[in-house]
């Protein structure tokens, strides 16, 4: 009983802490809101901030990589209970994320900026339609597996299965889509921030293709099936065929 309420306090404190994290991310790269953002704090020499900063993009991307490798999982369900593996990663990823959000150094200068008011609503629109499209996209592929908590509740490891909700007929990866919108549609770009989101991008492009080399040895033939016939990021336009 105590073991089962102790998995579940810690799969569901994993959440809370990456819901926090996740929710002030939109506010740091809008600017917006939060006390601190992506254009904050005090400007040292451009170099400095260069590193610094991806370091701890690079520190993100490879808490995420190998932390989600089928190779890592094996070992590392011997050392924590296979039921809490993934809010583990969810945990690890969430540290990961406060400290690029607390020791993220700015470079303000501008590189773009839009004027026209209704281009600016129109950005920041996009801007927040990217997140929903993003939460929504997770919820289409199931959010608590994706989050853990399902197998807290159930107290075991989810096998990977096979997936292929309504918005994963039209592509691949929406997720990463989400991602890719709210990083890029923005009508103040510095500097910094241009770097967060062009390293991003980077880091995206490389995943995916890791985690689509591991889905396929995972799941086989529906999956490789899958591969031919939804495309990644850009939906295929549909092709109506006329009667003969
Ligand atoms: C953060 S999600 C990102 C999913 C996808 N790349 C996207 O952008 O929407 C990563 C997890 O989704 C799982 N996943 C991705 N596509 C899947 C599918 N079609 N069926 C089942 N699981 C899938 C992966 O195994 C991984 O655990």
């Keep these: 009983m105590l073991r089962k309420a102790l998995t579940f306090t810690y799969g569901a404190v994993a959440y809370l802490a990456f819901l926090g994290a996740f929710l002030y991310t939109i506010g740091f790269l809008a600017g917006a809101v939060v006390p601190k953002d992506v254009d904050d704090g005090t400007v040292r020499p451009v170099w400095q901030a260069v590193v610094v900063d991806l370091a701890l993009l690079g520190l993100f991307a490879v808490q995420h990589s190998v932390m989600a490798r089928p190779w890592f999982k094996q070992r590392w369900t011997r050392i924590v209970p296979p039921a809490i593996e993934r809010s583990t990663y969810v945990l690890a990823a969430t540290v ?41 996209s997770t919820f289409a592929l199931g959010h608590f597996d994706l989050f853990g908590l399902r197998q807290v509740l159930a107290r075991r490891h989810a096998e990977p299965s096979f997936r292929e909700p309504p918005l994963y007929r039209v592509i691949r990866h929406p997720i990463m889509v989400g991602f890719l919108i709210a990083f890029w549609a923005v009508p103040d770009m510095s500097a910094g921030r241009l770097l967060f989101a062009a390293a991003s991008t980077a880091y995206i492009m490389v995943g995916v293709r890791l985690e689509e080399h591991d889905l396929k040895q995972q799941l086989g033939a529906p999956y490789a099936d899958y591969l031919d016939r939804v495309p990644r990021f850009v939906p295929r336009p549909k092709v109506s065929h006329g009667e003969h």
């Design 96 to 136: 990961a994320l406060v400290l690029l959000l607390w020791l993220w150094q700015p470079w303000p200068t501008t590189v773009w900026s839009v004027d026209a008011g209704w281009a600016r609503a129109a950005l920041w629109s996009l801007y927040l339609l990217g997140w929903g499209f993003l939460v929504l």
